[in-house]
């Protein structure tokens, strides 16, 4: 294999926020969306030779940026992005939190599909606005919308914005076109706007497709602010950088005033060299590394199947991050992390972590290579096994 995907980099003592934060050099960490890989070679030597200059002043953002941003989407996803639409910023929260303070006023309103991303509540908050779930439906091993409580909750007058986690996370769906429209219409007829959360666009695996949510129709377009990354597709979380695409003019003016406002409106040097090179050079890369992930999930799946099958593990249509229903255990989610923390030295996160709908549900990162994937599955097994 061209990329060694089993290699295990020591990431112990690089000040690293998954494997530093607990202060103990047993645990296993498999918790914070972060990959155990190095990054793709092209971003590697783009950076490298950026190191050499050795002169790290305030960074300008050259066409060769806009046109890496263009160029990925529409290749990857047939998403044709102008470049006056895009707006960067330092991250994919930065941006969400700048969106809603140029959105909304203290007191709306605001859906999230439960269980999701554990930031949107926060960036609500922050913003003095009021979270509105709406619980995904659980059935049958998987998670659909709830059309009906979508269309309750979006008509009330102090609804401005729904957060869409495209694809989602924890849950791993990867969104299909029919539901996007279906979500899309409601929010069209009662004048909420779409705010797509896609990081995890690139890591769609056999039989999905990722549908950008702007990409369905031109009225989705410029109903709605898309928010992108390559932090989770090439590992580069660390160097902050994410962009916002919104069509409408009147609209991304306020939100660029709201990241001038939060001042989170400048990237760094490497960012920008790392975006140019992920996004120009790193396919290759990125299709292998897909391939080492799915067979991960896989690995995991057949573990769980084989000595806890009382435990399902979800359908990963996208993400690395993968949902497990333990509520035959009938302990909380947070009793569950906790006793894996402290009797096995395993890290996961508790699905109560993204919201109410999450308890029961813990979300591991699988993100790493298959040596420590099935340490950590033994992990497990040592604390749940019979």
């Not at 980099?9 to 000040?15: C, E, I, K, T």
């Not at 990959?35 to 190191?51: E, G, N």
């Not at 975006?275 to 799915?294: C, D, M, R, T």
Request: proline share 5%; glycine share 6%; net charge neutral.
């Amino acid at each position: 294999m061209k990329y060694d995907f089993d290699e295990i980099v020591p990431r112990r003592n690089s000040n690293s926020c998954k494997w530093d934060s607990a202060g103990d050099g047993d645990v296993l960490p498999m918790w914070v969306a972060d990959m155990d890989f190095r990054t793709a070679p092209p971003v590697i030597a783009a950076l490298a030779k950026r190191v050499r200059h050795g002169v790290f002043g305030y960074a300008k953002v050259p066409a060769a940026y806009f046109d890496a941003v263009t160029g990925w989407f529409a290749r990857r996803h047939n998403f044709a992005i102008q470049k006056d639409w895009i707006l960067f910023t330092t991250g994919v929260v930065p941006a969400l939190s700048a969106i809603i303070k140029a959105l909304t006023e203290p007191g709306d309103r605001v859906i999230v599909q439960t269980p999701v991303y554990n930031c949107f509540f926060s960036s609500i908050r922050n913003n003095r606005c009021e979270t509105t779930p709406n619980e995904l439906i659980y059935r049958n091993g998987t998670y659909t919308v709830d059309f009906d409580a979508l269309e309750a909750k979006a008509s009330d007058p102090r609804t401005k914005l729904l957060l869409l986690c495209n694809p989602h996370n924890p849950v791993g769906r990867a969104w299909t076109r029919d539901e996007l429209s279906r979500i899309g219409g409601i929010c069209l007829r009662n004048r909420v706007v779409v705010v797509s959360d896609e990081i995890h666009c690139d890591l769609v695996y056999p039989g999905r497709t990722h549908i950008p949510f702007a990409s369905v129709s031109e009225d989705f377009l410029y109903n709605s602010v898309t928010c992108t990354a390559p932090g989770k597709t090439f590992n580069l979380a660390g160097l902050q950088v994410a962009n916002i695409i919104s069509a409408d003019a009147g609209r991304r003016k306020k939100i660029d005033r709201a990241l001038n406002i939060n001042e989170v409106c400048e990237i760094n040097v490497f960012a920008v060299e790392a975006l140019i090179a992920a996004y120009s050079e790193g396919e290759e890369w990125l299709e292998a590394l897909k391939v080492y992930l799915y067979d991960n999930y896989l690995c995991m799946k057949e573990y769980f199947a084989k000595h806890f099958p009382q435990f399902p593990v979800l359908p990963l249509e996208a993400t690395y991050l993968v949902w497990v229903d333990c509520a035959k255990l009938g302990m909380s989610s947070a009793r569950i992390a906790e006793i894996l923390l402290d009797q096995s030295k395993l890290r996961i996160n508790e699905g109560t972590m993204y919201g109410a709908a999450g308890e029961g549900f813990i979300r591991f990162n699988i993100a790493c290579p298959r040596k420590l994937l099935v340490e950590g599955l033994e992990r497990f097994g040592y604390v749940f096994g019979e």
